[in-house]
């Protein structure tokens, strides 16, 4: 059940001072914030601030106020207002600032110049409308359409009633400005009016454009995804770059590389969007920047989070996967133990960038031709990171010989653990421990060959 409590702030509110009064009038807030806070969100300004850590909605009005939501204590909001100070023998004013105590008393303080905070108290008093009124003003160009009926520009509402609101420009023209009670509040083409408690007046001014003119998109993602366009109903295809004028209808499309990637963010001229899959630009009428950017959608549920790069690299270059095809295909397994088998299979595959090697067969084969691992070795046991090293240290050598290419990095490493610790993947002790070696270490080890760079 929603509960909303309104504060009629407006012509209700009279202060009892030792000896003088301070007088409200027409609104406790004249000429300043208040006022403005007052008109566009309704008479419960007030108390919605106080209970919401003195923060307002950017264009909705006020969310429901629950009378028995928690309120910030000596939380005090400065009004337009001056007073006497309450002490009988203080003739010195000052400003008056309003707090609240709970949801049906609030208080005024007067900072006195010489005595400091002086106290006044008041009560909330709920509102009574049940219905309100929401009237629209379109200027040359376009149009405002709510979401419920309404003749002649004017809707009557329930109270707690939603509407959206639709600014609709014509051919040629643009929406310039539009007032909500008034107060500019954006160039927005749509917008809510949530929990209705007060009355509306909207008004939307356009503006005509050059539908000649040209203008740009420029378009920029990152991770593993692109931003495409649809031009007239026509796919435009990848771009970076995309000219236009405001007789082309675009809609862009923000498109993965793979099931595996997704959309994490889109910004539009600086200005989040969210994580969404498309956006309808409509007519061209500015210039538009645009970027995207894509995340990995781990498939797994299993991956701790300081493997995640490199267990997205395995996965997504299919060197690794989830080692059961038919049972647990969410899950990595990563502290699993890898075989001296397995590691060899992993590095031929990694290796192995015109796919000639189809089978378990086929990659021991090239590890046992490359000098990996040895014709009579006993292949089913357990990788340790001594052997690890052995392996890895022939395999980048390999790299190198078979690319011409020389690693930076490796230049001053000869042994197999100086390789290995130049790679950042052993320390000293963690080589003589000689501990077995598990999927994650393996991944990070795919990895890092990856991330190698050439002189």
Not at 30 to 44: F, Q
Not at 263 to 268: A, G, L, R, Y
Not at 303 to 311: R, Y
Request: charge should be negative; hydrophobic fraction near 40%; charged fraction near 20%.
């Amino acid at each position: 059940m929603k509960k909303i409590l309104s504060l009629l702030l407006a012509g209700l509110m009279m202060f009892a001072l030792a000896g003088s009064t301070l007088a409200v009038g027409s609104t406790a807030f004249d000429n300043d914030l208040g006022a403005i806070y007052e008109t566009i969100y309704g008479e419960n300004w007030f108390y919605w601030y106080l209970v919401n850590g003195g923060k307002f909605p950017t264009i909705s009005p006020l969310d429901p106020v629950d009378p028995g939501m928690s309120v910030v204590p000596e939380k005090m909001v400065p009004t337009s207002q001056t007073a006497k100070c309450p002490l009988v023998d203080c003739q010195k004013t000052g400003k008056v600032y309003l707090s609240i105590v709970n949801s049906t008393t609030y208080e005024a303080y007067v900072d006195c110049p010489e005595h400091s905070w002086g106290k006044l108290t008041g009560s909330i008093l709920p509102g009574t409308a049940t219905t309100y009124t929401i009237s629209t003003s379109a200027g040359l160009g376009g149009s405002i359409s709510l979401s419920v009926d309404n003749t002649f520009g004017t809707a009557t509402v329930k109270k707690g009633d939603d509407v959206v609101v639709s600014i609709i420009p014509d051919y040629g023209y643009v929406v310039e400005a539009v007032y909500l009670n008034g107060y500019y509040i954006g160039k927005m083409e749509s917008f809510e009016l949530n929990d209705i408690h007060a009355n509306y007046s909207i008004r939307a001014i356009f503006r005509r454009v050059d539908i000649t003119r040209k203008y740009t998109i420029t378009a920029s993602s990152t991770g593993e995804g692109n931003v495409y366009a649809v031009v007239n109903g026509k796919s435009a295809g990848k771009f970076t770059s995309l000219t236009g004028t405001y007789a082309d209808i675009v809609t862009l499309r923000f498109t993965p590389t793979s099931k595996n990637y997704k959309v994490e963010s889109v910004t539009i001229n600086g200005q989040s969007i969210g994580a969404v899959s498309f956006y309808e630009v409509g007519r061209l009428a500015a210039d538009m920047t645009v970027s995207a950017k894509f995340v990995w959608d781990c498939p797994y549920t299993d991956i701790a989070k300081e493997h995640m790069a490199a267990v997205e690299y395995v996965t997504e270059i299919d060197v690794m996967g989830s080692p059961n095809l038919h049972f647990n295909t969410d899950k990595f397994m990563g502290k699993n133990t890898v075989s001296v088998r397995s590691m060899a299979c992993y590095l031929a595959e990694l290796a192995d960038v015109s796919d000639k090697l189809n089978s378990v067969a086929d990659r021991i084969a090239w590890a046992t031709e490359k000098g990996l691992i040895g014709d009579k070795e006993d292949l089913s046991v357990s990788t340790t990171w001594t052997r690890a090293c052995d392996m890895l240290a022939v395999y980048v050598r390999n790299l190198e010989k078979d690319g011409n290419v020389v690693f930076k990095d490796l230049v001053n490493a000869e042994s197999a653990y100086a390789i290995a610790n130049s790679m950042d993947l052993v320390t000293e002790a963690s080589y003589k421990a000689d501990g077995k070696i598990c999927r994650y270490d393996m991944a990070e080890i795919c990895y890092a060959i990856a991330l190698l760079e050439t002189k």
